[in-house]
Each structure stands twice: as structure tokens, then as C-alpha cells.
């Protein structure tokens, strides 16, 4: 059976690459944000006479850093809570009766581990789907992110005797931010022993991004409108002021491959202790959002108690990340390292009944030397702007859900992920329904 786990993962990482399903129609998700205006950004229209002519080009962090974005996206990527592969089921041999029987009273958490282990040459097979709406970053809508862009510098041989006082002129721009992230993932694990568990969760992730933007030229230096302006039919002379830019495109395809070695290495009377390793494939396509584009692996421990039917638990891992081009630039192929993260897990499970348990947990994620966007006034103006800057990330998710066994060794589970705190890039409510049987 372990043969059998480990050729399904190799077969999934060599038919990664062409298993794309629904490419942009617009280019690469990774794409959309730097180039939304357009391959050289954004450009106003001018008429100002030959000798005078400039570059009407303006320059922002939403296009030049907000690819910043991609990285937030790729620390999501690297992050998201895959239910736990390992089985509701846990099994322990009874010498007595020479016979397997259940060791725990409740089916254990959903997005945590426990440390009991499922059972020598136990196997089980689930499924679960995951949608993640992303709707605000640093607490802020992404309906609305409000950016300022700059004039370009003058060139070098620009008349040194004509007004250039235009170049204080800015393009103000209100920016939404639709993603959307569909992730369905099929898992396995096998009891190599009684005390060592292996699992695969193989995710198929459907990524959607919309990118738009309404751009508005404010004349600050009291320049003329043919100096800088956006044709327009409908505007006097043509020279209108406001502009509308929008970009969309989805994908679908194979997420990151993750395996996961978990061994159980104490048990006492009502507790037990656990190690493990997930192992991060990148087979996702990182310019379609579909994977991180890094290598990562995690150790992690997980401490489990159980009193009749209530059993809490904890987890503590550390994910150490590779380089992908979605931390550097996309447009050039620039890799970047992935900010590293650790993560920690608390919770309880309660066997509510033979069949029912319900799991409440905490998820924190802490990031360090990761990008984080602030919003400023731009100037001595009221226009917002926004920027990035190096800083430690801290996220906190609370959890609730349901397993529910309804015969045999199937159980349906359900949760709802919500958010405690608005630190980076954030869904507020992320359902999650799965099943899984065991043999």
C-alpha cells in the first residue's frame, strides 16, 4: 500500500505541468496586477507641441509593488489548513481479543492532528473542498484600495526654458481586488505500523482573479488639459479625466502536493505525542495562482489528551520555504525567498455522541520579514496611497465544525473558518465540507 501512495505522488508531480485546465483568457493570473494598464503601465495622453513633447507615463506601487500581492497569495498558498489526512478512526490492538478496536471516543479535530495514529495497515480515503473569497487585506476592502501614481521624470533633453511644473500632476486610482480560490482535495493514509502514519493530499485548486481600476487625472499644477488627459468623445476638446481599466482571467489545475509522515513517539494513560514532516511539492503552475512555486517542508508535533469524551489538543510546526518567482517578479521570472511561517494550533474535540463530535480550534500563523502594505496620504493632499514594507505577520483564525458518522467507517464533516484579527491578506468566512472512509 505504501508503494501504491508513494507511485500515486510521483505519477501526479509528472502530469502537473499538463494537467492546466482552463487557462486565462487574459495572460497569466500572476500578470494581471503588473500589467493592467497595459505592458508599460500607465500612460496619459498629451498634445503638447514637438520641442515640448514628454512621456506622459506615471509611475505607483500599485502596479510596481502591489505585485506584492502575488507574494500575500503565495503565503496563503504555502499555508492553507488541509483538513487533517489522518483518519476519525483510531484503532489499537487488544491482545486480549486478538482483535482491533477503537482507541479514541471522538473522531478528532478537522484542520488540526491528534496523536494517535490510525492503526497498523489501516487506510483511509477522503475528500474535501474549500473556498477561499478573499476580501480585504491589512484591514482594508479590496473593493477599494486607493492608489496615487507619480509623474515619470523628464528626459534628459527636455527644454530647460519650458514650464515643467506638470509634472506634479498625479493620477489618483481606485482599485478592486476580486480572487477567489476553489480547492478540492483528495487524501489518503496508510498505518505503515501502529505507531507511524503515511498520508498525500492531492488538491485541484480553481483560481479566479478580476483586477479593475478607475484612473483620475488631477491636474494638480493648474497645467492645461491637453497636457494630460485621456481621450474621451463625450469630454470637452476630448480631453477627458477619468478612465476605466479592467483585467480577469481564471485557471484550474493541480494544486502543491503535500506528503505527510506522522509517528507516534509517547502515550500515557490520557495523553499522547506525536512528530511529523509534510513535504511541499511544487507541481502547481505559479503564474496561474494555482501552487506557491516553492519546495517547503514543515516539521510539526502534536499533542493530544483524552478525558472520556473531551480531548484537547495541540500543534506547533515550522514551514521553511524555497524561492518562487512569485515573491520576486513575475514579469522578468525573478525568484524571491518565501517569507518562512510558524504555525500553532489549539483545540478541543468532543464526542458529543457514538456518532457526533464537535471541534473548535485557534490557528495562528506568524510571519517574519514579510511584505505588509500601509496606507498614507499622498503628500499634502487627502489623496490615499498605499505602499509596502518589510514587517512580522501575524494571523489568528478561529474554527468550528462537525464530524458526523452515519454507518460504518465513513464520516461527513463540515467547518467554518473564520477571522480573529486583519493582519494580511484575509477571507472572513471559509467553508469547508469533506468525507472520508476507512478500511
Not at 234 to 259: E, H, M, N, Y
Not at 385 to 408: A, E, Q, V, Y
Request: aromatic share 10%.
Amino acid at each position: 500500500m505504501l508503494k501504491k501512495v508513494c507511485l500515486i505522488a510521483s505519477l501526479c508531480v509528472t502530469l502537473s505541468g499538463s494537467m492546466a485546465l482552463g487557462q486565462s483568457q487574459n495572460g497569466k493570473l500572476a500578470l494581471l496586477i503588473p500589467q493592467l494598464f497595459g505592458p508599460e503601465g500607465l500612460i496619459v495622453d498629451t498634445t503638447t507641441p514637438p520641442q515640448q513633447q514628454h512621456r506622459a507615463h506615471f509611475l505607483n506601487a500599485f502596479q510596481s509593488e502591489f505585485t506584492q500581492f502575488n507574494t500575500a497569495l503565495a503565503n496563503q498558498l504555502t499555508a492553507l489548513p488541509l483538513p487533517s489526512p489522518a483518519s476519525g478512526f483510531t484503532y489499537s490492538f487488544d491482545s486480549a481479543t486478538g482483535a482491533f478496536t477503537r482507541s479514541a471516543q471522538s473522531f478528532g479535530p478537522i484542520l488540526a492532528e491528534r496523536a494517535e495514529t490510525i492503526g497498523k495497515r489501516k487506510f483511509t480515503v477522503g475528500f474535501s473542498y474549500q473556498r477561499f473569497t478573499y476580501d480585504s487585506v491589512e484591514g482594508g476592502d479590496l473593493n477599494q484600495v486607493r492608489a496615487v501614481f507619480t509623474h515619470d521624470d523628464l528626459p534628459p533633453n527636455f527644454p530647460p526654458n519650458v514650464d515643467s511644473s506638470f509634472v506634479t500632476d498625479i493620477v489618483t486610482t481606485v482599485n478592486n481586488v476580486e480572487s477567489t480560490f476553489d480547492q478540492s482535495t483528495l487524501y489518503f493514509t496508510y498505518g505503515v505500523t501502529d505507531r507511524l502514519d503515511v498520508s498525500l493530499a492531492i488538491p485541484t485548486v480553481r483560481a479566479s482573479l478580476n483586477v479593475s481600476s478607475v484612473a483620475n487625472v488631477q491636474r494638480l499644477s493648474g497645467s492645461a488639459p491637453n497636457i494630460h488627459f485621456f481621450a474621451d468623445s463625450s469630454a470637452p476638446g476630448g480631453f477627458g479625466s477619468i478612465k476605466q481599466f479592467a483585467s480577469s482571467g481564471s485557471a484550474t489545475g493541480i494544486g502543491d502536493l503535500t506528503i505527510r509522515v506522522k509517528g507516534r513517539v509517547a502515550k500515557w494513560e490520557h495523553a499522547g505525542l506525536a512528530v511529523g514532516m509534510d513535504f511541499r511539492l511544487p507541481t502547481g503552475d505559479e503564474m496561474d495562482l494555482l501552487g506557491s512555486g516553492a519546495a517547503g517542508y514543515r516539521p510539526f508535533a502534536a499533542i493530544s489528551f483524552g478525558y472520556h469524551r473531551i480531548s484537547p489538543h495541540f500543534n506547533v510546526g515550522y514551514q521553511f520555504n524555497g524561492k518562487s518567482v512569485l515573491a520576486g517578479d513575475p514579469s522578468t521570472g525573478t525568484k524571491a525567498s518565501l517569507p518562512d511561517q510558524l504555525s500553532y494550533i489549539g483545540g478541543v474535540d468532543i464526542g458529543v455522541t457514538q456518532r457526533l463530535t464537535v471541534a473548535f480550534d485557534v490557528l495562528g500563523q506568524r510571519s517574519t520579514n514579510t511584505q505588509r502594505l500601509f496606507r498614507e496620504n499622498y503628500k499634502n493632499t487627502s489623496f490615499e496611497n498605499i505602499g509596502f514594507r518589510l514587517g512580522t505577520l501575524n494571523t489568528l483564525d478561529g474554527g468550528i465544525g462537525l464530524k458526523f458518522n452515519p454507518f460504518g467507517g465513513l464520516l461527513l464533516n463540515c467547518n467554518l473558518l473564520f477571522t480573529m484579527n486583519d493582519s494580511g491578506l484575509r477571507d472572513k468566512l471559509t467553508p469547508l465540507f469533506g468525507a472520508a472512509y476507512t478500511f
